[in-house]
């Protein structure tokens, strides 16, 4: 009985998602509002920086992503859980153009593009 519950949690506690390998990376933009608020995706946590550099940043766990189709467009929502427990949903359009571009959805205007290494 144990061991059918401690293999019954273990299952509910897997990771079912994979962060897609073209979204990981470090994303910035030249917009002069979002210059110094880079954002990085990894493969199991989202990073966003609050403008003061390596000092000043926020990391929260991915939960879980989707990916959609829609009108020639990728649609991306990245689920992420900060330390309270609130759920939050991080929405944008990625094209693989010029290696890679992000459009937040609720920001289309605003261009960004994976930092080369």
């Not at 954002?39 to 000092?55: A, P, R, S, W």
């Not at 939960?63 to 949903?89: D, H």
């Amino acid at each position: 009985m144990l061991v059918t519950f401690a293999l019954m949690f273990g299952v509910q506690c897997q990771k079912w998602f994979t962060v897609p390998e073209e979204l990981i990376g470090v994303w910035v933009t030249k917009d002069p509002r979002y210059f110094n608020f880079p954002f990085e995706i990894k493969k199991n946590t989202v990073i966003f920086e609050q403008g003061l550099g390596y000092l000043d940043f926020d990391v929260y766990p991915i939960a879980g992503v989707k990916k959609t189709e829609s009108e020639g467009q990728t649609l991306y929502i990245i689920y992420y859980t900060l330390p309270s427990g609130k759920k939050f949903e991080f929405s944008f359009y990625y094209s693989a153009a010029n290696g890679g571009e992000i459009r937040f959805k609720n920001q289309p205007e605003m261009l960004w593009t994976k930092k080369k290494s």
